[in-house]
């Protein structure tokens, strides 16, 4: 009996193979880790002069939007809105009617029924104009505020696309327009989810991460917000990072509209300081290589909310 090779693989296809395994090899290699390099690109960036403070309703504000949604492609996400990244949306201050802004979110679907959501503001203060005009003719940067929190978003999102385990949870990440005139880009969110927010597992909001202070801690507000937080954080390594807990739901970021929409939150923080919302809050003055620590706590932490099927809310008042 001639006994037939189907089994052995010709040249050809081991070629492919080796092709296919170096390929598979190279998409588990990517660096799923926070990168303090990374971080520090993506603010200088976003925090340069070229962008002009990343107004609302302005050309920097548009060219920090492409940007996160080049990021967003590169790393992998799915464009969540009908095949597209923007979620389009205009909104009234004072007098100023239909100022047109837009959240950039991109999505993981690991198949799953619920969702965690990553979110973190990208606009900042322009030259000033909308708000007191305390320095109107200078450019507002916004490094930690909050460069520093899309930064963040980028990192985890990179990471939960590039370690090349399938959650149980999908993925959400949302680069929000308008917060500093009202978290507007939050409010139209929950107001116009993409999916059910009965379906989230939790949200996360990094607004002004980049001021690690080993004095004060880096802060995560929310504590309070699920029954199940407190489990949640046992156990978790905090690399040298001093952190504290809070347990408010509520405050002045975009954590704000998901708590009062009944979702669970956890809100992270830097704190206050000199520089907040002046000129003077310089990509150079941000401290990529705590944030990148931070944002490994913040892994820890979506990786044990991640182990139960449901997280409780809790009311406050
Ligand atoms: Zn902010």
Redesign the pocket.
Known sequence: MKLEPFFLPNMKQIVLLMIGLAMTGAAFAQDAAPSPERIQSTVNYLASDKLKGRGTETKGGEQAAAYVEKQFKAIGLQPAVGGQFFQQFVFARGKHYNLHSKNVIGYIDNGASRTVIIGA?YD?LGHGELFNGRYPNEIHNGAD??AS?VAGLLELARHYQGNGVKEPFNFMFIAFWG??LGLHGSKYYTRYPLDSLNKVQFMLNM??IGRYNPERGVGFGGYGTAKEWPEIFKGVQDGGIKFFTDGSGKGG?DHHSFYVAGVPVLFLHTGGHDDYHKPTDDAPKVDAIAEAGILKIAIQLIDNAMKFERLTYVTQD
């Open positions: 503001h900042h505020d909050n929190g917060e500093e607004d002004m970021s």
